[in-house]
């Protein structure tokens, strides 16, 4: 069965690095990838997002990835990317150290992110793929805006 990622059961995911980890998403979530721009500050923004970024007339929200998942802040630097991405029907820039890798994968690559995770941690973190002796994490992209309890917080 195709998921509509080209071969059959297979799926496209873009790897990068945050620190010294790496993660990914799937590919068909990505729009763009572009090099690192700094972003206008919003106040009263949570402190993961670093602000606003144009993107040829769209104004969209950048998220350092680092801080959003519990690492520290991301101190960007000539490798450091904008990943694009599509949330819902927002775009929303992931400010990453690194693009390492285009990953295809099946299903049976994908393990479950284990249970002594936090809630916080699986609702980032999809999976996990074992590839080539590295360990990659599958990112929903779902949470990583700002969710209406951060808000009021």
Do not use: W
């Not at 090099?35 to 009263?44: M, V």
């Not at 949570?46 to 144009?54: D, E, H, K």
């Not at 994908?110 to 941690?121: H, K």
């Amino acid at each position: 069965m195709s998921n509509g990622n080209g071969q059959d059961g297979a799926r496209e995911l873009i790897a990068f690095c945050v620190g010294e980890q790496e993660f990914c998403v799937d590919i068909t979530s990505v729009r763009e990838i572009r090099g690192f721009a700094a972003a206008t500050p919003l106040p009263h923004a949570p402190s993961y997002v670093t602000g606003v970024i144009n993107l040829r007339g769209t104004v969209l929200p950048i998220v350092d990835l680092s801080l959003r998942l519990g690492f520290g802040r991301t101190e960007p630097t000539e490798r450091s990317v904008i990943i694009v991405v599509t949330v819902g029907a927002q775009l929303v820039g992931l400010l990453v150290d690194a693009v390492s890798d285009i990953l295809t994968v099946t299903d049976d690559n994908l393990q479950p992110t284990p249970d002594l995770s936090s809630e916080m941690a699986r609702s980032f973190v999809k999976g996990v793929i074992a590839l080539d002796g590295r360990m990659i994490s599958l990112i929903g992209t779902d949470n990583v805006l700002p969710q209406q309890h951060d808000l009021a917080a």
